[in-house]
C-alpha cells in the first residue's frame, strides 16, 4: 500500500496559482487511482479531481473546472494539482488520495489511502 505526502499549499491572493504535489511511496504508485479533496472549515470533505492510473482518464467537479489541472507522472510517483485563477472560496485543507480498484467518481468520498493534508489560503 502506498503512502502519501502532500505539499506546495500557502497563502495566496486572490487571481494567484499555486500547484500542489502529492508524492507516494511505494511500487505499486503506478496502478492506483488518484484524487484531490478538499475540506474547508465547518463543511464536509468535497471531492475535487481525480485521474486514472493511466492518466487517460479525468474528472473536475464543476467550480473548479477551467481553473485547475490533475496530472499524474507515474515515473516520479506524484500527482500534481494545478491551481489557477484561486478564489477565497477555494480556501480549504487539500487532501490526495489513492484507489486501488475503482475510480474516483465525483460522488467517491472513500479511498484506500489518504495523505495528511495542505492547507491553501486564498485571501480577497
Known amino acids: 500500500q502506498v503512502q502519501l505526502v502532500e505539499s506546495g499549499g500557502g497563502l495566496v491572493q486572490a487571481g494567484d496559482s499555486l500547484r500542489l504535489s502529492c508524492a507516494a511511496s511505494g511500487r505499486t504508485f503506478s496502478s492506483y487511482n488518484m484524487g484531490w479533496f478538499r475540506q474547508a472549515p465547518g463543511k464536509e470533505r468535497e471531492f475535487v479531481a481525480s485521474i486514472s492510473w493511466n492518466g487517460d482518464r479525468r474528472t473536475y467537479t464543476d467550480s473548479v473546472k477551467g481553473r485547475f489541472t490533475i496530472s499524474r507522472d507515474n515515473a516520479r510517483n506524484t500527482v500534481y494539482l494545478q491551481m489557477n485563477s484561486l478564489k477565497p472560496e477555494d480556501t480549504a485543507v487539500y487532501y490526495c488520495?489513492?484507489?486501488?480498484?475503482?475510480?474516483?467518481?465525483?460522488?467517491?468520498?472513500?479511498?484506500?489511502?489518504w495523505g495528511q493534508g495542505t492547507q491553501v489560503t486564498v485571501s480577497s
Open positions: 488520495a489513492a484507489k486501488s480498484r475503482t475510480y474516483f467518481y465525483i460522488e467517491t468520498k472513500a479511498a484506500d489511502v
